[in-house]
């Protein structure tokens, strides 16, 4: 949203996203301003939800997405640059929240690829029932090269769980749910280690990540009682 849009032409676009949502049964709070009316407040539930959506709108086009559970919330910062990407990110947000879980999830590394053709890094969480590797970008593959990100990070972290979001936004992000593992193969070497997966529909994954993060021993840890002889390490 550019910087001479007022609020109140995003509360009127706001306000024709709220008859539809109510007329579909989600519970809309009536107020739409915050405390100080220096944003935009919309808060959204659903019996059918597990989390409830908050989406807050500022001035000069900043805009919140929180996710919010009984005891814990993720948020997401977002820039929106005109009335219809204000009109995008709220119906993106409202299909999200439909489907998002909150997770507590660690993360194994930041340098993860998906194959030696494959440069740009991403993040390899391990979470509860599963892996997801989401592709970070180029910039952020350029600083990995200084070192480990993960030393100047909290390893664990609460996410707001969102796989179909995750699988549309890149086709090297990945989701590997250990309860459909076949075989695995751990590897290390000097500079370079990682997983090769064979799913029981026959899918192959390969993750590759710098060695030294400490993925492949906390990896060994998860896997090991899940698969047994079927994982090589």
């Not at 989390?51 to 997405?65: D, E, M, P, S, T």
């Not at 559970?69 to 948020?75: F, L, T």
């Not at 990100?149 to 890149?170: C, M, N, Q, S, W």
């Amino acid at each position: 949203m550019t910087h001479d849009m007022d609020l109140n032409t995003a509360a009127i676009r706001l306000e024709s996203h709220i008859r539809a949502w109510r007329a579909e049964g989600l519970q809309v709070a009536d107020g739409l301003w915050s405390a100080d009316l220096a944003a935009l407040d919309l808060r959204i539930t659903s019996p059918s939800w597990q989390v409830q959506l908050v989406v807050q709108l500022f001035g000069a086009g900043r805009a919140h997405v929180l996710f919010l559970g009984q005891a814990d919330s993720v948020g997401e910062g977002h820039r929106v640059s005109s009335l219809d990407a204000w009109s995008t990110l709220l119906t993106e947000s409202v299909a999200r929240a439909s489907r998002v879980r909150l997770v507590q999830a660690r993360l194994l590394t930041s340098t993860c690829t998906t194959g030696w053709l494959d440069w740009i890094h991403g993040e390899l969480w391990l979470l509860p029932e599963g892996l997801l590797r989401i592709r970070s970008g180029f910039i952020q593959t350029v600083a990995n090269a200084h070192g480990s990100g993960l030393t100047a990070r909290e390893p664990y972290r609460l996410i707001a769980h969102d796989p179909t979001t995750v699988l549309a936004a890149h086709p090297t992000n990945k989701l590997i749910p250990f309860s459909r593992i076949a075989t695995a193969r751990l590897h290390g070497g000097v500079t370079t280690s990682g997983l090769e997966v064979v799913m029981t529909d026959g899918t192959r994954h390969k993750l590759l990540w710098m060695s030294w993060d400490p993925a492949r021993g906390l990896l060994r840890e998860r896997l090991l009682p899940l698969l047994g002889p079927r994982l090589t390490h």
